[in-house]
């Protein structure tokens, strides 16, 4: 009697490219459920999600704007989590960086497009920076635990936002919490006439490859990397695993913060609360979708722009809700992590055997050695 | 001063219920060895279904019932995901609060559209012949889930401390290699904290819309999840210390509500700022002697 | 009657076969030994019989009939128990909470009743302990006797003990023999994991040997004797590598003065140690494992601060200074876990530049192709069977202690610090490493051996020092030094005094 057996081995090369369309396939699967609940014919639907957005110009453009955020988060997190930190506040990060902005693009209205756009940048690099480096320097110094510091920041801005609404930034024209209109100088000017796609989207592509470059080429990023993968090893090597955390948490924070500036100066022009629907959180989605390889995680960030889109779009033709998207997105997250534990796997037919057996204990090639 | 002093305890009151149920549940996810970052989703996604079911239904104690339903799920959907195939904790538990927001707000589109005012029901009554009580009346006339949240926080050290399932979960969280070579098993001992954890936590989002607000709003939650989160350490991972703790976060937002009334021009925010600010001050100062359970963030592998 | 019988017992990692159809069989009331060098198989054989691993091929008998045992539980239900090399405790619970854990039936724990049941338990079997004490404050011998307890709580009937004796000390051995002697006094069966000829001959009844996964042999112990016994486990005749002569005694390269040290837990675990290695000789630390031989490690390689006292390379001070300037300052590391000391997921080559990444840097650039001929020089070099761009975790135990090698020793270093350099490796790794080690000496490096192999330390080493407790015992030549002193030294019974060591 033949069985199918699973044992804990590398699963073949040509099952690792498949992966993630596997987990596509299936997400896609569970998810018509919901099309179904709303009444809605899930090929139809899944044409006006994934298809419709593509094939016309004005739409396509938008899934670039919707991923000009996201490809900064994404960046940022893969940044950080490169080096082994978890940076859950990218989301908080974003938001000093939108602080930033709001203020700078108010101050230099005196000052050219030259001048401010690159003040405006920096400054919200620096934001992000410094709104991410209590965590770092606690982690750093004192190992306090930086998921929980980073996360509980998130929440903590947002207070701030809303004293600065509702206090002294409040619109005086209006009274509404909201702050007043930066100038038309410190705007980020648009790539397209008669389309919201802007500045930050380039900013984003760069900062990906300045991501690939760094990770790859530079011994910083080497550093980060080996810091990463194996924090003791690294400071036995004599990497200054600490400095190398910082640095990567200090740039994360950076990048987030110029995610901020990209949304204020390129899309919203003055600061409101709902400045992010959660781009932060989004990015850990994209960072851990695109493997923590830059390129990959600008494909995803481009896919998860579409699935907003896309959200949107079955929303109005077919009257599917548009959180269709946001479902889909973390559905995603959670079966391309399943799925990719399988790559450590390998299913084989075995003839005629006693019993099966269970795939063998991480620790057993170990275990060989010092038997 | 007499009056100001009894509306406030018993707002802390009030203000504590989803907290004490929410760092409950994280707390049995914790000792178990799991950060079970889904604790907002979970929370959302309980005050959804309860506010569903109970609203449908006519019968509130049936929603509550259902979101607890609906917490175990997610619980279990953790555990499939963090013990069964060790996906990293953080991501897998942001991940749950991902799916299950927007799962929540889908089915809210779906059964509501989108309505200019929050859809509301006839939420649960305080507790009618306590209120009568004089003075304290206003105290004790709690609804009746606060009074089980607060009844749950003895239970569950006794559940951790005097039965043999919570010996297995602190172990489990602990050591669960030694836990596994003496014959516990991790898996479902795992599997089951979670469970219960979801369960806590779904019911504490089904107090938010069933009893306080009676109504289910897109920020219903506002990050309290990431408060209980916090409370966790706080308290040290001990229940009763944590009930302090969530008693202490629903004083000074109590207080602060009310200081907002009095006319007083206070930045409020800070007030609300401040149990995360004081979380994080805890952390930097128990730093590297945080008694955080051993094993938490720790994937178990053995077959 | 016996027992427990195995039959034919295979077992393959990958390649590897670990086992290979081997018979083994225990009588009722007795200790029977399994004897072997590392990677012999003896932990893979006793896994399969607790559960903890399944084996491809053969059938276990337990009192006559076939048994099934998926997991430890079903091994501790027919009456079979394990003490592992690590103990699997939880250190925040208490001595009695440790015990009855996974053993306890009903809803309600009663931490009363459970520590007097414990109590009972341990009395019943002559076992001193203290049921309300909590495991993290015990001391290692204690540790396993609550082990020895758990097994025996669960009416264990043969007792499996994986190396129980590698980490006490002499005074804690003699203890423990007691207890199984008392255990076999009781009808209870033992089986005794060890590479140790002589705690063999004074504890066992029969003694199974096993060489490369197989059976040597099944002996009495009335009817062998240790040379018979090392016969039969190495196989060959012990030593291959020897020392080429006493070379010229040079200046002091490593100095320590006073050095103090705490461990992970607090406790002092380097006590005032003060040691010179000279250019040109091997200076052997030996001693039973846990005397502090790993914190001396890790101060030398800058990941543990001392608190007191100096080191000194070349009359520099180093004393508190980070990894880099250990490396700066001439010191090559290899390291006791050498998996820890390399990076798994990054290339063979990455991890060769790890510890001089400034040299392979320019502007902040890394210069690859640079990378990439280093490593494949060095690979050459200590032929090492892998490709530059190889991950490092696919290479075999005996290559990643190459690369090792090839890191330290590559920056032509001035002191050489090792660590266990050999644990674990087959024979052909192992003397490729002591040849390496002998080769840098004869260069007129400072070497630093911290060994346990007792045998390993008295062929390599010019001179031995012997630590106990985290102290220097005394240093003593290696060709006056024998066994003998040295053991009484490591078990702390006697100490050289100062001015009787130093020539």
Known sequence: MAKLRIERAAAPLWVRPLIPVIAAVITLALTATLVVLAKAN?????YYFLVVPLSSWVSAIEVL?????????????????????WNIGAEGQLYAGAIAAAWLGTVLHEAPALVAIPIMLLGGFVAGMLWALPPALLKVKLAVDEVVTTLL???VILFVVSYLLNGPWRDPVSGWPQSPEIAASAILPKLLPRARLHLGFI???????????????TSLGLKMRATGLGMEAARYAGVNVGRAILTAALISGGIAGIAGVSEIAGIHFHLIDAISPGYGYTGIIIAMLGGLNPFGVGLAALFVGLLSIGGQTVSRALGVPAYLGDVVQAALLLVTLGAFIFQNYRIRWIADEPRSLPPLPASAENDLETN | MEVFLIGLIAATLRVATPLILGTLGELFAERAGILNLGIEGTMFCGAFVGFVVGGATGNLWLGVLAAIVAGILAGLLMGLLSVRLGVSQHVSGLGITLLLTGLSLFGFRLI????????????FERLPILSQVPILGEILGQYALTYIALALVPVCWWMLYRTNFGLQIRAVGENPEAADAAGVNVFLTRYLALAIAGGLMAAGGAFLSLAQLGAFTYGIIAGRGWVCIALIIFGNWQPVRVLWGALLFGGVSALQLRLQTTGLDLPYEMFLALPYLVTIAALAVAGRNATYPAALLKAYKRE | MLAIQMRGITKRFGPVLANDRIDFSLEQGEIHALLGENGAGKTTLMRILYGLYHADQGEILVDGHLAHIPSPKEAITLGIGMVAQHFTLVPPLSVAENVVLGYTKGLRFDPGAAQQHVAEAAARFGIKTDPAAIVRHLSVGECQRVEILKALYRNVRALIMDEPTSVLVPQEVDVLFETLERLRGA????????????????????????RQGRVVGTVDKAATSQIELACMMVGRETFGVTRRGESPQGEARLRLESLSALDRKGLPALKEVSLEVRAGEILGLAGVSGNGQAELARVLAGTLKPTGGRILVDNRDLTGADPTCFLVAGVGRIPEERHESMIGELSVAENLVLECLDEFTRNGLLDRRRVRQHGEQLIAEYQIKAQPTDRMRTLSGGNVQKVVLARALSSKPRVILASQPTRGLDVGATEYVRDKLLEQRDQGVAVLLISED?????????????????????????????KEQLGMMMSGAWEVTRGETEN
Do not use: Q
């Open chain 1, 42 to 46: 899930p090929f139809e639907a899944y």
């Open chain 1, 65 to 85: 704007v919707k991923s000009t955020p996201l490809l900064l988060t994404g960046a940022a997190v893969t940044f950080a989590f490169s080096a082994g930190y």
């Open chain 1, 153 to 155: 920041l998130n929440s």
């Open chain 1, 203 to 217: 900013v984003g592509l760069l900062i990906i490859l300045a991501l690939w470059f760094v990770l790859s080429r």
């Open chain 2, 112 to 123: 509501f559209g989108e309505p200019r005012i929050p859809p509301s029901i006839a939420p």
């Open chain 3, 187 to 210: 009808g209870l069966s033992v089986i005794f994991i060890s590479h140790k000829l002589n705690e063999v001959m004074a504890v066992c009844d029969r003694i199974t040997v096993l």
């Open chain 3, 454 to 482: 007792l045998d390993e330390a008295l062929a390599l080493s010019d001179r031995i020092a012997v630590i106990y407790e985290g102290r220097i015992m005394g240093v003593i030549p290696a060709g006056e030094a024998s």
